[in-house]
């Protein structure tokens, strides 16, 4: 199981003071052994039943939409992303994205990951975290995954 962790520092403009609030974000992902997939579209399924799961849900088919062309129906892509985000509040946040999977319509596993991410700060990160949270996933995603060459 491979396991990386990246910190990342958010500064947040308060009137005239700034605060800053630190991000952890771990990814416990298998490791992949054989050559990088290639996908040519990706249909993001409901990622959860919050306001916040369907931000990140968004804001992850943003991301994606840089290399992948994405699909409005599962039936109509080569692989549908599926996972569970979640949010727990307590002093700051601890998001989750977890037993997230990139399948084929086969049901060949092409990806996956589990995500972790939290926030020292109490203050309301819900545009950084929700960002943060996309482009790693995103990112994790693209160093496994290729777009077809005649996307």
Request: hydrophobic share 40%; net charge positive.
């Amino acid at each position: 199981m491979s396991r990386f962790i990246l910190m990342c520092v958010v500064a947040l403009g308060l009137a005239s003071t700034a605060e800053v609030a630190a991000v952890v974000v771990v990814n416990e992902g298998a490791e992949h052994t054989r050559a990088a997939c290639v996908v040519r579209s990706v249909y993001v399924a409901k990622l959860g039943d919050t306001g916040l799961a369907s931000d990140f849900r968004s804001a992850l088919q943003t991301s994606l939409r840089r290399k992948f062309d994405l699909a409005e129906r599962a039936d109509g892509a080569n692989a549908v992303l599926t996972g569970k985000f979640s949010v727990t509040r307590s002093k700051g946040k601890k998001v989750r994205f977890e037993d997230a999977r990139l399948t084929t319509k086969t049901g060949e596993q092409l990806w996956e990951g589990s995500f972790y991410w939290e926030s020292t700060s109490v203050l309301t990160l819900r545009r950084s975290v929700v960002s943060t949270a996309s482009e790693n996933v995103a990112g994790d995603v693209f160093g496994k995954c290729q777009p077809a060459p005649d996307r």
